[in-house]
């Protein structure tokens, strides 16, 4: 009776290939450490002054580091980021909550794709997007770093692409 039972459940549950499988594991380990090192952020608090002090300390270490060398394209974007995680310190509350919704809404994403749903694809794009236009709600666009931009953009763009060489087998 036992066996039978096994194999209706196993009948029962949505095929899926490996190559779906891999991509959908991956993304649930992103958003899960994502959704943890959020919560635990937001548990923290944001950056006290002091914290923030030290952080241009170093962050100007590293620009005369960078002014030795003549790497002044590196320097533009080492001055962009710490204006950058100060805009996004200064609204940390708001920003942190949306990362966890964000990030919620990915995983449910590549839960709905695990389970053979086209809507899930759809859902993923969005969080892809949410996670790119995220950056521009709490900084002007002329601090955020090119590469930063072009990093987000490579990496949604990958997984968007090879989600979408799955389609056929979602409903």
Not at 115 to 144: D, P, R, V
Not at 148 to 157: A, D, K, L, R
Request: charged share 10%; aromatic share 14%.
């Amino acid at each position: 009776m036992d066996s039978l039972n096994n194999n209706i459940d196993l009948d029962q549950q949505p095929k899926r290939s490996q190559f779906l499988s891999v991509l959908c594991i991956l993304t649930f380990v992103f958003t899960g450490f994502s959704f943890l090192t959020s919560i635990i952020g937001f548990v923290s608090g944001p950056a006290s002054p002091e914290m923030m002090a030290e952080q241009h300390v170093q962050m100007a270490e590293q620009i005369t580091k960078l002014q030795e060398v003549h790497a002044d394209s590196f320097i533009f974007m080492f001055q962009q980021l710490q204006q950058m995680m100060d805009d996004v310190n200064n609204h940390f509350y708001l920003a942190i909550s949306m990362k966890i919704i964000w990030v919620v809404i990915g995983a449910f994403g590549a839960f709905q794709m695990w389970n053979g749903k086209k809507l899930g694809f759809h859902i993923y794009i969005i969080y892809s997007l949410l996670e790119i236009a995220q950056m521009y709600l709490f900084t002007s666009a002329s601090n955020i770093p090119m590469l930063v931009i072009v990093y987000y953009i490579i990496i949604s763009g990958i997984f968007i692409i090879l989600y979408s060489r799955n389609l056929k087998e979602l409903k």
